[in-house]
């Protein structure tokens, strides 16, 4: 028997956002598949600016997340795939990042189908997410979500394999 996903709530970014994902982040644990290095708070300010214009724009974006304590533990939610050299360019990707903290309780996975039933409402038919290969935690998101590998990349910065899982919905 499987343990019961917690209560996740999904909402738009606000400003103030930024700098809870900033804190939430700034871990060297939570950022080893996204650059390695903590981000600054810059990053955060323009990264839910870009959110909330693809919620208005587009129905669907990368979320706060929250806890049942509306405490913010992370982000989830799709967006366009955002480079044009590689990677399944043209796709919707889904995706999820969560505090330290908050690893192993099944947040990412409850996040990510909340996510997906969003993305189905707003009209998308398919999604993708790139996975680095290592990521076991996140692979393991993907096989919850009943989703399949069906490219392999090599990330053209950090020259690291990325698995490309795809589910229709």
Not at 13 to 22: K, Q, S, V
Not at 70 to 83: L, Y
Not at 139 to 164: D, H, I, N
Request: glycine letters at 8%.
């Amino acid at each position: 028997m499987t343990e019961p996903l917690p209560v996740v709530q999904l909402r738009v970014p606000t400003d103030e956002d930024a700098l809870a994902w900033h804190r939430a982040f700034d871990d060297p644990d939570v950022m080893e598949f996204h650059g390695g290095a903590s981000a600054e708070l810059s990053v955060y300010e323009e990264l839910t600016a870009r959110q909330r214009r693809h919620d208005a724009e587009r129905g669907f974006c990368l979320w706060t997340m929250l806890d049942e304590n509306d405490e913010v533990i992370g982000f989830t939610g799709a967006q366009p795939w955002p480079h044009e050299s590689f990677g399944p360019v043209g796709e919707i990707e889904i995706g999820w990042r969560l505090g330290r903290a908050h690893w192993g309780r099944g947040y990412a996975t409850a996040a990510a189908r909340a996510t997906l039933e969003r993305v189905r409402a707003a009209g998308v038919g398919r999604v993708v997410a790139m996975v680095n290969s290592r990521n076991t935690r996140s692979v393991a998101v993907t096989r919850r979500l009943g989703m399949e590998l069906v490219e392999t990349y090599m990330t053209p910065v950090s020259k690291q394999e990325a698995y490309c899982f795809r589910l229709e919905l």
